[in-house]
């Protein structure tokens, strides 16, 4: 079972440098600034999930998941 905790271990230390480096990564949002501006209407902001952005924001999102996942599985301690 000591190898199992380890290669969690891992993962988990992998997720959580990339989810700090795909934070990092992404815009800043402004506090209403795009529905002020007519940015909201654009081409980019409607097809924002197909963008660079969009992607960092799924994987993003994916990353957090699987950290939480693994630290509730981590601190089971079942292993």
């Known amino acids: 079972m000591g190898a199992l905790r380890i290669t ?9 440098i ?7 990564m992404q815009e800043g949002k402004s506090a209403g600034l795009g529905a002020v501006s007519g940015a ?6 409607k ?3 197909r963008s660079m952005e969009g992607k960092l924001v799924k994987i993003t999102t994916a990353l957090a998941v699987g950290f939480m996942v693994l630290a509730i599985v981590l601190n089971l301690n079942l292993f």
Do not use: Q, R
């Open 8 to 16: 969690l271990m891992v993962i988990y230390i992998i997720v959580c």
């Open 18 to 24: 990339a989810l700090v480096i795909l934070v990092l």
């Open 40 to 45: 909201a209407e654009t081409y980019w902001g």
């Open 47 to 49: 097809n924002k999930g």
